[in-house]
């Protein structure tokens, strides 16, 4: 489980990076750090990003089926729009899944 929290962490600061919503090089601070103890890197997963995606919309953070992700400002800081998870466009989290699962 701590595995995949950590790929999930290293994941959204990605996102976030890519709206515009991180700072840039967060995901690799971030990673950097989580593989000090071997945690962080994204699993091969049989199905790839398609077989995950279905799952989103069952995260504890997901509100009426739409997952919902935590966004960073920068390491260690949530950036709070209404509230410390938001909704993003579908099409980000679908294509940053898929650029990280091959």
Request: hydrophobic share 45%.
């Amino acid at each position: 489980h701590g595995d995949a929290v950590a790929a999930g962490m290293v994941l959204e600061s990605r996102l976030g990076e890519s709206l515009g919503v991180t700072e840039e090089g967060t995901s690799s601070r971030l990673h950097r750090a989580l593989a000090a103890f071997g945690l962080g890197d994204v699993p091969e997963v049989a199905g790839g990003a398609g077989a995950v995606v279905p799952f989103l919309a069952a995260d504890k953070k997901s509100r009426r089926g739409r997952p919902r992700f935590v966004l960073l400002e920068g390491a260690g800081k949530v950036a709070a729009e209404a509230g410390w998870s938001r909704e993003v466009p579908e099409l980000a989290a679908e294509s940053l899944l898929a650029q990280a699962m091959g």
